[in-house]
């Protein structure tokens, strides 16, 4: 699913522009699946799939793979509508150096919320 993450946020002017302060790596974790997303000013460099030995970062988002997909549906239900709704229901974990992550909490959620553009509706056939 994030493997086009660069378009979705390149693309949008105003989500780079939110993002203009950013420039880190941080892992989005699906497990078991992970994701190392690479931001230099608010694009996104690469995106790079794992497994990895030892990844660097500066934050991680940790959930298991359903919760992000039902994160990503296009029309989430209320409570897996949001990162932060999620970490209230314990289903998302932050780690890490939480600065750079809370000072572009607005940025984050834009990026991670970008993969719903091309999902498809709940219960629909794949």
Do not use: C
């Not at 780079?16 to 497990?31: K, Q, S, Y």
């Not at 029309?75 to 600065?99: I, N, S, T, W």
């Not at 999902?119 to 629909?124: D, E, F, N, S």
């Amino acid at each position: 699913m994030l493997e086009q993450l660069a378009g979705f946020v390149n693309d949008d002017a105003a989500l780079v522009r939110r993002g203009r302060h950013l420039t880190a790596a941080f892992l989005v974790e699906a497990r078991p699946r992970s994701w190392l997303v690479h931001v230099l000013r608010g694009r996104i460099e690469k995106v790079e799939e794992g497994p990895f030995v030892m990844p660097s970062w500066r934050f991680a988002l940790r959930a298991d793979e359903a919760s992000w997909q039902r994160f990503w549906q296009k029309r989430p239900a209320p409570g897996d509508h949001d990162l932060l709704a999620l970490v209230r229901r314990g289903l998302l974990k932050f780690e890490g150096d939480l600065q750079p992550l809370m000072a572009n909490l607005l940025y984050i959620k834009g990026v991670l919320e970008a993969p719903r553009a091309v999902a498809q509706p709940k219960g629909a056939a794949r």
